[in-house]
């Protein structure tokens, strides 16, 4: 070994992205499958999907008795009626399956009077009062977790009732670690002057367990160049990442580096940082080298920040960071007085503040765990928080992973779920939290820069033209381009076999036909308006018109479950859930990203993921898609 090539004073993160650019294209994660069961903290290998909605069928969401909400209509205090046994209600208990052609339930207390013929009740309930309708939770074919996700209790608890038993994960790498040194000695040992008790190996392998990885610790070996190799070619065989501890400086009998050299290719010995200036980087077989110092604070430091990426850089993940952060509320958040609340949240930073976006607040909703970022605390007597105020949150994820997640609030679309998947698939980190309140208030949300970007869909009936009007009206003054993401066929969302033989938008005014829509200044809501106003229909004909739900798969499934007939959204979400689709006509789905936020490296991530052939590719496979102009900015 040449002389000079220690000590070259290299920073460390300059010295660890050489060894990334050697090594990368030579070794990478690998994938195999494992029982959901035996998962817990193992790193998924590829977007997982929903094999089945929870729950699969309607439930009753409290004690009481199910009945038809057309029989209770017009009951009253002054008014009362009594629903029999049988034909009129059936008592039922939380979890129970709703009797057939049952959409309601009446809670025990609301009962005025049971006898043995039935009960007697004075006020009427809504249909689908105290349900839980199918795929309340998970809908079938939805993205679970995303790629490079480490898998948590909630998470294996989201995959078991949703009907996946078997996942694809990264299989953890396999780290050797060589204690070396004349005078290092097992801790079971009587020590002599001179003689080190080994505690790095125990340091060193319990790191690697904690980040995701395994170890295993070969016995410790004497300062022979000879054993030395022996040992190093038998790790070699065998391990991911090679650590060599001690034998890192140019002592007499420091064969590290030259071990390392006669074998693989030696990259840095020595490094700026203090303590562990000694480190040796290199690789052998194409695989990660790394030459621990063998004080143990040296030993520590060193791992972390060499170590430490490669196990991560095997499983797709990033490093840990703060527990909490301050963040500011985007929505007001109301809780009842008696109980503290934990609201479950994401997160992400959009110019200098972190933002929080409360996410679903039911007890029942799995979900709203997996998607969680963190948590606020609204204590127990205090009656919640207002939007634009500051909290305080309880991480679930890395600070510094969240550093990376882009904030879209708008209207929804199901290649939204797919950017998180292809950011990482494709190295760049991050993640899309995307809140679902429909077009006009996404745009809102830019306006109080509570957001990087809003979904848009909203057609302009005067002119024709998509989304810019809006801008102009919603944002005057404002630079916000206008970013195609997709082409998406809208329609009537109709059950399997099209069983009362819809045609048009004008068959939704036929009797007994039962309608759900989506909510109030979603883009969808703005096309069913203008399309019944253009065709001369009254929305008052429309059963079930003031049936809101805030997503295209709500839709779906309530379709699906049978509490609809038919519902207006995309065909991606039909083709999800094996329904039927009657198109009606194509529209432009864009994302209005204000222009200060182009040149963030989030957005530019976001940007090619996109315009990437895999993303496209993907998008297409939805079905109703056109990328014809997707990653494009409309002019």
Known sequence: MEKGIYLNNKAWQEALDMMFNSLQDKCGPVNETVDVRQALGQVTGQTVHARRSSPHYPAAAMDGYAVRAKNTFGISERQPRLLKFGGETVQVDTG???????????????????????????????????????????????????????????????????????????????????PTGDEIRSPESDLGPGD??????????SLVEEWGGTSKVWPITPDKQDELEEVLLEMASSQDILVFIAGSSQGRDDYTARIIQKYGK?????????????????????????????YPVSAY???????EPWVKYLLGLSTDSALTVEAVLTKKLYSSLGSEEFVRV??????????AAPISRGAGVTMSLVRADGFIRIPRFEEGYHDGETVKVELLRPLAELEYTLIGIGSHDLTLDLLT????????????????????????????????????HLLDPATGEYNRTYLARLLPGQDVRLLNLVYRTQGLIVPKGNPRKLKELGDLAREGIRFVNRQGGSGTRVLLDYLLEKQGLDKEQINGYEWEEFTHLGVAVAVASGSADAGLGIQSAAVTLGLDFIPIGEER??????????????????LAVIRSREFQED???????????????ME
Do not use: C
């Open 619 to 633: 998008v297409l496979a939805l079905g109703g898609y056109d990328v014809r102009d997707t990653g494009k900015f």
């Open 421 to 456: 998947s292809h950011l990482r698939l494709h190295g760049r980190g991050g993640a899309v939290a995307s809140a679902h309140v429909g077009s006009l208030a996404g745009l809102l949300a830019l306006r109080k820069q509570e957001a990087h970007f809003a979904g848009v």
């Open 196 to 205: 080190i008790a080994d505690s790095n190996s125990t340091v060193l392998a």
């Open 346 to 355: 994401k997160i992400g930073k959009v110019g200098k503040r972190w933002i």
């Open 96 to 178: 129970d399956a709703m009797p057939a052609g049952m959409d309601a339930v009446i809670m025990l207390e609301e009962v005025l009077e049971e006898n043995g013929e039935g009960i007697l009740v004075q006020s009427p309930v809504a249909p689908g009062e105290n349900v839980r309708p199918v795929g309340e939770d998970i809908v079938a074919g939805e993205v679970i977790l995303p790629v490079n996700h480490r898998i948590r209790p909630q998470d294996q608890g989201a995959l078991l009732a949703s009907g996946v038993l078997k996942v694809e994960v990264r299989k953890k790498p396999q780290v050797g670690i060589l």
């Open 266 to 294: 030696l990259l840095i010995h020595g490094v700026a940082i203090k303590p562990g200036k000694p480190v040796i980087l290199g690789e052998i077989k194409g695989k990660p080298a790394i030459g621990i110092p063998g």
């Open 301 to 307: 430091v060193t791992a972390r920040l060499f170590l």
């Open 589 to 606: 789905y864009d994302l209005a990203i204000p222009a200060a936020y182009l040149e963030d490296k989030r957005i530019q991530n976001m």
